[in-house]
């Protein structure tokens, strides 16, 4: 449980059903609310909040747990591609206050113009062509 929050900290206590992949420092776990399929979040085993608090030990298992479950979406699921992103603090989005990163594999089709990607968390700022 983290210090300063009353609820159980749902990415310290981990179902085993969800893990894709482990190691000492990172977990590949399946999204409980997934929007598309095989979304996956990369989470570090040590609770901390934000990237900027991992170790280089951590940061690098992180990014290569992420190769991993991209290895395992790729093997099956066959995705056209991938938006990686982290809510980081309240103004950024983040709800669960321990670090995760989500991998959400994309799909040709699962919308219209998929331009701008992630920029899409600001509307009014997303579309910069013409």
């Given at each position: 449980?983290?210090?300063?929050?009353?609820?159980?900290?749902?990415?310290?206590?981990?179902?085993?059903?969800?893990?894709?992949?482990e190691?000492?420092?990172?977990v590949?776990?399946?999204?409980?609310?997934?929007?598309?399929?095989?979304?996956?979040?990369?989470?570090?085993?040590?609770?901390?909040?934000?990237?900027?608090?991992?170790?280089?030990a951590?940061?690098?298992?992180?990014?290569?747990?992420?190769?991993?479950?991209?290895?395992?979406?790729?093997?099956?699921?066959?995705?056209?591609?991938?938006?990686?992103?982290?809510?980081?603090?309240?103004?950024?989005?983040?709800?669960?206050?321990?670090?995760?990163?989500?991998?959400?594999?994309?799909?040709?089709?699962?919308?219209?113009?998929?331009?701008?990607?992630?920029?899409?968390?600001?509307?009014?700022?997303?579309?910069?062509?013409?």
């Amino acid at each position: 449980m983290s210090p300063s929050h009353s609820k159980p900290c749902p990415f310290c206590k981990l179902d085993p059903h969800r893990i894709l992949a482990e190691d000492e420092l990172a977990v590949a776990y399946r999204d409980g609310f997934p929007v598309s399929l095989g979304h996956t979040v990369i989470i570090p085993r040590r609770h901390f909040a934000t990237l900027f608090e991992a170790s280089e030990a951590e940061q690098a298992a992180l990014l290569k747990m992420m190769a991993q479950a991209k290895g395992l979406l790729d093997k099956h699921h066959q995705p056209d591609g991938y938006n990686i992103g982290i809510n980081h603090g309240q103004a950024g989005g983040q709800t669960v206050p321990h670090l995760h990163i989500h991998l959400i594999p994309r799909y040709r089709g699962d919308k219209e113009d998929p331009r701008g990607g992630v920029r899409w968390v600001l509307p009014d700022k997303a579309k910069y062509w013409a």
